[in-house]
């Protein structure tokens, strides 16, 4: 019996060490225009973010048209983020351009914009950048693969920041 116990209690501890809450924000551009062109990205971030025990959010009436990113200004979404109690605010702004191959094919290039700030002190803690193309293999990798690919790749730039270091 004390050696179920101790197993139980050793795998709590395996657990994730650092379980966080956070805010979403993502605006995106497809050749210039703003608005919403790779929906899953959103979905990748989500997965990858929920994978590793992290409480993710966003504000899904959001339709990705805004500027704040491109220029710097947090303030409105990490209004958001601190009204719904994230502890981190994790902004996204992806530029991508698309060119027609032909009816059923897009080369698609994009590049992620991404800032980690911490919620209450708006401080950025982290900030970097993502491209992901599918140019050469447009027929093997298609808008979606290539959305849900580049949000599963900007969550792991993150995930591994959660340490004492930022509290």
Not at 94 to 122: F, G, M, N, P, W
Request: proline share 1%.
């Amino acid at each position: 019996m004390k050696r179920i116990i101790l197993m139980v209690f050793i795998c709590v501890l395996l657990q994730p060490l650092f379980s966080e809450t956070i805010f979403i924000y993502l605006e995106e551009s497809c050749n210039g225009e703003n608005g919403i062109y790779l929906t899953e990205i959103k979905e990748g971030i989500f997965d990858a973010l929920f994978e590793s025990g992290h409480v993710v959010f966003d504000n899904s009436k959001d339709d990705a048209s805004h500027s704040y990113i491109k220029l710097k200004n947090f303030s409105v979404p990490l209004n958001v983020a601190v009204k719904g109690g994230a502890r981190y605010l994790l902004a996204v702004a992806v530029e991508s351009t698309v060119e027609k191959i032909d009816e059923a094919q897009e080369r698609i290039s994009s590049t992620a914009h991404v800032y980690l700030l911490q919620a209450r002190t708006s401080t950025i803690i982290y900030s970097g950048t993502v491209t992901l193309s599918n140019s050469e293999v447009e027929g093997v990798m298609s808008k979606e693969h290539l959305g849900f690919e580049l949000g599963y790749l900007i969550a792991h730039m993150i995930d591994g920041m959660w340490g004492a270091e930022f509290y």
